[in-house]
């Protein structure tokens, strides 16, 4: 974290830790129907003044029945206050300092409030999108006959996978009378910049009947279900005394650390749920841009799907997928699998990050939007050097031509129309218990094609399990193809070396050479390990009886420490061959 980034953040936790620790003072006097509150209050709901408060205040404060039910459409319009946090304005989208649209169906199931679509992937075509969480519904003494809700929303930057989390709370009742809604960023997974949206704006609440009422609430309690049970980080030492904290997220700072999990014996171990106004009330419904987990957790996913429905796929080769790069001689004899390893034997530097951090990446296509723009770079961006299969270079336009690739063969296999995230990885994802979050994934503007390289969004729950069912579940071959599950998880040497030291880099994941680097050489030298990778720092480690992750927008990325405590003083399995 830069110095000017961790300043302005620790000024803002200090204020509203004041905020905090007044607001406890202030709702400190009971009733039936909960505490009476002097943060977000009645008069506040009602009126149009624009100030920021404690987390506490958003936060459902009992779990009786509410007089009012909500059902219906949520519009919200207006301008919030908007101040950046950190980060140069030019880094900023055009507009900005403009809330962007917001019109969601909830439902409301008990204390719960519901909306009916959750997928978080980018809507309309400004500078930003939002879209809401589940949150809750229930009444207080001062608020007039009216129910008081609550619920996480998470804006989504176009073109990007920065996402930026915030709170809303309103009034309402049955009739649609509606206040004002207060919404108020509090947390961000965005190393470019991080800003603040407060204030009251205008909210229309049209009441109706949800044709798919009983399906949401199903959908949301089978996703409940599959929620791993959680404890504090700290309580891991109940379990395993020996374990040393201070190895564990070391690298990263307090204020950056987004979410942070060790799953050991089926409990998830976790801390990270702190924000710049206090602890986030509707945390496991907090989400995150994971960038380049995306690499993992589509683009391997989709080709080990595609594989074990269509033995061969992998072995397809781009050209006859991907028409930007059919007539081009950079890419014969080029798969699907060599693009997954990122092994096309097309780049223009042999060092490593020096394409992936090039002008003419940035230009040719991170910046376009469409699938043509950004097919076209990816196809003609960089020089043949090599043989395909014998060099790696970390190139993010390798795996979304994967997902070109599969995208194509979807259509042509499932029929027109069909499309390889909704119809292959979004019943995946079902089936293993991610969250309706995962659904959303940044797409083209033109042809809405799920980005093969980055653009998920996710929780931390979706993260642990779906490490878990890859480690323990997806050899079965019910879903994926058992032998590249194999590969991933295998301590042997896979892939090819990552020109950084101490890695590999295979089939969308990175290979960490622990043997080498750490206290699992007592597994052999050459032992290796499977590791998720995002941009920020984003880390998720798979041992055979214990994972981590941890998800920052700090840059940190320690883990060695955590890996030697864990074989150390968790469990010393050692990865099978």
């Given at each position: 974290?830069t110095?000017?980034k961790k300043?302005?953040?620790?000024l803002i936790?200090l ?9 406890m003072a ?11 509150r ?7 709901l009602?009126g ?22 909500f059902s219906?459409s ?15 304005t ?7 300092a403009?809330?962007p649209?917001?019109?969601?169906e909830?439902?409301?199931d008990g204390?719960?409030?519901i909306?009916?679509d ?5 809507v309309?075509?400004?500078?930003w999108?939002?879209s ?16 008081r809700?609550?619920?996480?929303y998470?804006?989504k930057?176009?073109?990007?996978n ?5 709170l809303a709370?309103?009034l ?17 997974t ?6 603040e949206f407060?204030?009251?704006l ?7 009947a ?9 959908d ?7 929620w791993?049970?959680a404890?504090?980080l ?5 379990e ?6 201070r ?16 799953l ?7 801390e990270?749920?702190?924000t710049?106004?206090?602890t986030?009330?509707?945390c ?5 841009g ?12 989709i080709?080990a799907a595609l ?5 061969g ?11 930007e790069?059919?007539?081009?001689s950079r890419?014969?004899g080029?798969?699907?699998?060599h ?9 223009a530097s042999?060092n490593?990050g ?10 040719g ?5 469409t699938?043509?723009?950004?097919a ?6 960089w ?26 063969f979807a259509?042509?296999k499932?029929g027109?129309g069909?499309?390889?995230?909704d ?9 293993i218990?991610l969250?309706?979050?995962?659904r959303?994934?940044?797409r ?14 996710v929780?931390?729950?979706d993260v642990?399990r779906?490490?878990k069912?890859?480690?323990?579940d ?9 032998a ?6 295998s ?9 950084l030291?101490h890695f590999h880099?295979?089939?969308g994941f990175?290979?960490?050479?622990a043997?080498a680097a750490?206290?699992i050489r007592?597994c ?29 927008d700090?840059?940190?990325v320690?883990?060695?420490n955590t890996?030697n405590d864990v074989?150390n003083n ?5 990865p099978?061959?």
């Open positions: 974290m110095p000017t300043l302005k953040r620790i936790m204020t509203a830790t004041l905020i905090f620790s007044c607001s202030d709702l400190s006097s009971h009733s039936a129907q909960g505490t009476y002097q943060q977000a209050t009645y008069e506040h009602m149009n003044a624009s100030q920021t408060f404690s987390t506490q205040a958003f936060a459902q404060k009992n779990s009786l029945q509410p007089g009012n039910r219906g949520l519009r919200i319009s207006g301008s919030p206050v908007f101040s950046q946090n950190y980060g140069k030019d880094d900023l989208p055009i507009d900005y403009i809330w649209p917001f019109d969601y909830f439902i409301q204390n719960r409030l909306p009916t959750r997928g978080h992937g980018f309309g075509s400004g500078a999108s939002v809401a969480g589940v949150g809750a519904v229930w009444d207080e003494a001062d608020d007039n006959g009216y129910s809700a609550a619920f996480p998470t804006i930057q176009n073109n990007a920065c996402e930026h989390n915030g709370t309103f309402f009742k049955n009739d649609g009378s509606i206040s004002k809604v207060h919404v108020q960023n509090v947390a961000e965005c190393i470019f910049y991080g800003f407060y204030g009251n205008n909210a229309t609440y049209t009441p109706h949800i044709s798919n009422a009983a399906t949401v609430i199903r949301r309690n089978i996703e409940e279900s599959h791993l049970p404890k504090p700290a309580d891991l030492t109940i395993f005394p020996r374990v040393d904290l190895n564990y997220g070391y690298a990263i700072d307090a204020d950056d650390m987004n979410g942070y999990g060790i050991v014996k089926g409990t998830s171990y976790t990270g749920c702190t710049r106004y206090g986030h009330p509707y496991k419904d907090k989400t995150i994971v960038y380049s987990f995306t690499k993992s957790m589509y683009a391997f996913m080709v594989e074990h429905r269509y033995p796929f992998k072995q397809e080769l781009i050209k006859d997928l991907v028409p790069c059919a007539n081009d890419w014969d080029v798969t699907v699998e693009a997954l390893d990122m092994a096309t034997g097309n780049y042999a490593y020096a394409d992936e951090d090039s002008t003419a990446i940035v230009t296509f991170f910046n376009p939007t699938r043509r723009a950004r076209e770079f990816a196809c003609t961006g020089p043949k050097k090599v043989a395909p299969g014998t060099y790696h270079v970390y190139h993010t336009t390798d795996t979304e031509l994967v997902g070109c690739a599969a995208a194509a259509n042509m499932l027109s069909a499309e390889a995230f119809d292959v990885i979004v019943p995946i994802f079902d089936a218990g969250s309706h979050y995962a959303g994934i940044q083209t503007s033109d042809t809405q094609d799920a980005w093969g390289g980055y653009g998920l969004s929780t931390l729950n642990l779906f490490a069912y890859l480690r323990d997806a050899i079965n071959g019910k879903l994926l193809d058992p590249m599950v194999k590969e991933v998880l301590g042997s040497q896979h892939g090819l070396y990552a020109q030291t880099y295979d089939n990175w290979r960490f050479h043997g750490s206290a007592a052999g030298d050459l032992t290796q390990i499977p590791v998720m990778s995002g941009y920020g720092g984003h880390t998720t480690i798979i041992l055979p009886d214990v994972i981590i992750a941890q998800l920052t700090g840059g940190g320690g883990f060695l890996i074989f968790i469990s010393d399995a050692c099978a061959n």
